[in-house]
């Protein structure tokens, strides 16, 4: 039985809103006085595409009471993002700094998201009957409980709401070491999120990482994608056993060898293993957002109701259209991304 979704609701994206500070690597930053900001968060990537998709997207997040967060909730309204959930409260926006042209799990990534609004949401805060009402997929991602275990309770606490509900609910399970810094192993965290999840997306190793799922010692960052394929079928029938809530599990593979990208990536449901076509190029604007952006492909894929192979081709081009795109989220309409399928000869 595959994951079935409702025909109509909105999909509720749960996480921290964040402005992404970008210098350059060679300090014009400081001659110029000048500093690229973008708006994004995991999670509001994945709104801001469903929204650009014509899913109906509602947004949460928690923002102080002030003028810049009325102009950022006004920036989410105009992408036709619902915000009637976010909770006003708290005195600042997490923020972090990412030197241009570089990925999230670059060195020249640093957090500043301690005392945010978000952050010090707690349980007990937030009534969830109200901000899921007419919702039908809920998302989340692994950054979340991340921060503290106050936002990991704060996280359980919407999931047990969303579940209580029949709402779908998924997971990104992307691993930022950098955020991990409370004492707690991921593993200790995150089983008990997952156990909520309809769709499970991440990859072999942030599966191994997060979940203990272990990924055979042949299997390293380089190789041949049949063994990368065969570790993924391994990978999602041990997800699947464990996590019986789970219908599906997503894979992605992208391999930076030097500028070049090589990216594929691979779902498990009823019982099979889909694959997309591999998708190479020599250069790329931004990877900022790509995995958000697949994400979002296959919430949209399914929403959809489209089939198994056309859900992974669907979320497999638009995370690779990404890598081209200024930003944190898509500007990528549906039909551009259909056009850019590739299918396997």
């Not at 109200?130 to 979340?144: D, M, P, Q, T, Y």
């Amino acid at each position: 039985m595959g994951l079935k979704v409702d025909t109509s609701g909105a999909v509720l994206s749960f996480g921290e809103i964040l402005l992404r500070i970008c210098p350059d690597g060679d300090s014009n930053w400081l001659k110029e006085n000048n500093l690229p900001v973008y708006v994004g968060g995991a999670e509001l990537n994945v709104a801001t595409a469903l929204a650009k998709w014509n899913i109906e997207s509602k947004y949460f997040t928690a923002m102080p009471d002030n003028g810049m967060s009325a102009q950022l909730a006004n920036y989410m309204q105009q992408r036709n993002i619902d915000t009637s959930g976010i909770y006003y409260g708290g005195s600042r926006l997490g923020l972090f700094f990412l030197t241009k042209g570089s990925d999230m799990k670059h060195d020249a990534l640093i957090y500043d998201r301690a005392h945010s609004a978000f952050a010090e949401l707690k349980p007990g805060m937030i009534n969830w009957d109200e901000v899921l009402k007419g919702v039908r997929w809920f998302h989340f991602s692994a950054i979340c409980p991340a921060l503290t275990q106050q936002t990991a309770d704060l996280c359980e606490e919407a999931l047990i709401a969303a579940s209580r509900l029949g709402i779908t609910i998924s997971v990104d399970m992307n691993y930022r070491a950098k955020l991990w810094q409370y004492g707690k192993d991921p593993k200790e965290i995150m089983p008990r999120l997952v156990k909520y999840c309809d769709l499970i997306m991440g990859n072999v190793w942030a599966s191994e990482k997060m979940l203990g799922v272990p990924v055979t010692p042949d299997v390293t960052e380089s190789g041949q994608k049949s063994l990368y394929l065969k570790a993924a079928l391994r990978s999602s029938e041990e997800l699947m056993k464990q996590y019986p809530k789970c219908k599906a599990v997503a894979n992605t593979f992208r391999f930076d060898g030097g500028k070049n990208i090589n990216y594929y990536c691979a779902l498990y449901t009823d019982g099979h293993l889909y694959h997309s076509a591999e998708y190479q190029a020599d250069t790329i604007v931004d990877k900022v957002g790509s995995g958000d952006c697949f994400m979002a492909g296959l919430i949209y894929s399914f929403c959809n109701q489209l089939a198994p192979v056309e859900v992974i081709d669907f979320a497999t081009a638009a995370a690779f259209e990404k890598l081209f795109i200024w930003g944190d989220a898509t500007t990528s309409t549906v039909e551009q991304i259909k056009e850019a399928i590739k299918y396997e000869n």
